[in-house]
């Protein structure tokens, strides 16, 4: 079975920390990329941060940069996304996602497995 099975999603104050995790199974993990997407209601699907299947790339949405840090555990085909000084506009449904590259991983349209999704929100 192919799936992508996030936690660590939930309500937080202004300023917190959260750690996301997803756990991936029925894929060569070490050999694909990975990312993490947020939806905010009546939105598209945005990306938020994403690793080569090497671990020597990494992209991260503007807004995220220097608080959100990506990582992979191929020995526990896990993705991490580790959410620092996190604020009110960070809210919204993290998904992660897996492709066999590393550009499958930038953009929606071309992820090839999707995890369920995992609620964040931040309030003031």
């Known amino acids: 079975q192919v799936q992508l099975v996030e936690s660590g999603g939930k309500s937080v104050r202004v300023g917190e920390s959260l750690r996301l995790s997803c756990v991936a199974s029925?894929?060569?993990?070490?050999?694909?990329?990975v990312g993490w997407f947020r939806q905010i209601p009546g939105q598209e699907r945005e990306p938020v941060a994403a690793m080569s299947w090497t671990g020597r790339s990494t992209y991260y949405r503007e807004s995220v940069k220097d608080r959100f840090i990506i990582s992979k555990d191929n020995t526990e085909n896990t993705v991490h996304l580790q959410m620092n000084s996190l604020k009110p506009e960070d809210t919204g449904v993290y998904y992660c996602?897996?492709?066999?590259?590393?550009?499958?991983?930038?953009?929606?349209?071309?992820?090839?497995?999707w995890g369920q999704g995992t609620r964040v929100t931040v309030s003031s």
């Open positions: 029925g894929i060569p993990f070490s050999a694909w990329s």
């Open positions: 996602a897996a492709g066999e590259s590393y550009s499958a991983v930038l953009d929606a349209s071309t992820v090839d497995v």
